[in-house]
């Protein structure tokens, strides 16, 4: 007999229990973005191979290695591992720019074949924020403070702001001979990886966590050596608004992204509490793409929040919980009916409420009422609903049990 089929290696199922935490991140995230007025863009999961490989950079490893791509009637097909592109290519084709700049924002799942591991997986899931036709550096500063607020709401602790800037493409080209010329100095101790991004995409090699090239690439060129005024003073003002805005961050010059559509500035919210996986939220100016995709010159500027690591983090303070605020114990024909009455009430004034269904006695219901993980079992039998009162009692914490005039209930919830 065939066994039993489970889902595909690094791509998760998320169960009854877990989504409570994503739908509460999703509404906080939404909430934090609408305040900024961003608004929704949703584009295809499948895009064609083309664009990526235009947009993302054909010598990227996204592009070399880590797609989904297939072959769809003789149309290369991937699935989308990023979402600045898709949405790039939507701007065009729909013209969305016509009566001027766009601020926009998406989520879902993106999909790049990795190896599996805590924080990293095939499918994966971001929320992404793009700022088409604004020039900046404002917009650059609005994102980074909006992005400050989101982790301030979600009482996340312990993010580090690491910015950079890469320069304009030509100032890029000019640095990338000193870069060639160094690294083959040292190409003895290259590893296999840097050796293959010597002639293809040499910036890639600063970023590498190879402990074993560490010494050698400190040594390198600075980029920042070969940018000219108005690079570095775009980067300036960014810094000055960061500094205003109270974020405290880290220059980084060997931040360089992974993507080559990246111009100018280039950041990282980063943590030491998962391990390897420290990048948290990434972005930067990418204002070359649309002319990539075969658009006139449109500044833009993003950033993306990986959803699974966001909630690793939440997890790991214990800030993330899909408790009810209560839930009720009913013993009785009569108790049964006061007890769903009740319940709508207290719903109808915003609380989460779990009523017992599947009979029992009092002792077995109180188990799963302790189970749930509610603060309070609110308790009803036959003497309760012919007096027209709830039994309330805390689960969390130490107390009595009182009986309260149902109209009287969620007002002693809530202030409890």
């Known amino acids: 007999m065939a066994g039993t089929i489970q889902a595909v290696r690094g791509m998760n199922d998320v169960l009854p229990g877990e989504s409570a935490r994503w739908l509460k991140l999703e509404d906080t995230v939404r909430a934090v973005f609408s305040q900024y007025g961003y608004r929704n863009i949703r584009t295809p999961i499948v895009e064609k191979t083309e664009l990526f490989v235009r947009g993302v950079g054909e010598v990227t490893d996204i592009v070399e290695k880590e797609m989904y791509t297939f072959d769809d009637h003789g149309e ?60 900046g550096p404002d917009i650059d500063i609005e994102q980074l403070v909006m992005v400050d607020r989101l982790w301030k709401r979600l009482g996340l602790a312990g993010m580090t702001l690491e910015l950079n800037t890469i320069g304009s493409s030509e100032e890029r080209r000019a640095f990338r001979a000193q870069l060639v010329a160094y690294f083959e100095r040292h190409s003895n101790r290259l590893d296999e990886d840097a050796g ?24 390198a060129p600075k980029l920042w050596d070969a940018l000219g005024t108005p690079s570095r003073a775009l980067f300036e003002a960014i ?59 449109t500044p833009g500027c993003g950033f993306g929040i990986g959803v699974e690591r966001v909630l690793l983090l939440l997890d790991d303070q214990g800030t993330a919980s899909d408790a009810p605020d209560a839930y009720f114990v009913h013993v009785g024909e009569r108790a049964s009916r006061l007890a769903l009455e009740v319940a709508e009430n207290l719903r109808d004034a915003g609380l989460a409420i779990t009523v017992h269904a599947g009979g029992g006695n009092f002792g077995a219901q ?42 009287e209930l969620a007002a002693r919830l809530a202030a409890r």
């Open 76 to 135: 290369s097909l991937s699935l989308r591992p990023e979402g600045t592109a898709p949405t790039v290519r939507a701007a065009l084709e729909h013209n969305l720019l016509y009566d001027g700049p766009k601020r926009l924002w998406y989520s879902g799942p993106l999909f790049r074949h990795e190896r599996p591991q805590k924080g990293r997986y095939r499918e994966y899931h971001t929320f992404g924020v793009e700022a088409l036709g604004y020039a």
């Open 196 to 219: 293959r991004r010597l002639r293809t995409n040499p910036l890639r090699i600063l970023d590498s966590k190879n402990p074993a090239m560490q010494e050698m690439i400190e040594g």
């Open 239 to 297: 810094e000055c608004g960061v500094r205003d805005a109270g974020i405290a961050y880290r220059f980084n010059p060997r931040l360089v992204r992974g993507l080559d559509y990246y111009n100018a500035t280039v950041y990282e919210w980063v943590t030491t509490r998962l391990g390897a996986q420290s990048g948290v939220c990434s972005g930067g100016r990418y204002d070359g793409l649309f002319a990539q995709l075969g658009g006139k010159p």
């Open 366 to 407: 109180m188990k799963r009422a302790d189970a749930s993980g509610a603060r309070f079992a609110l308790i009803v039998g036959d003497n309760e609903a012919d007096a027209q009162v709830v039994g309330i009692k805390p689960l969390r914490v130490a107390g009595e049990q009182v009986s309260v005039n149902p109209h």
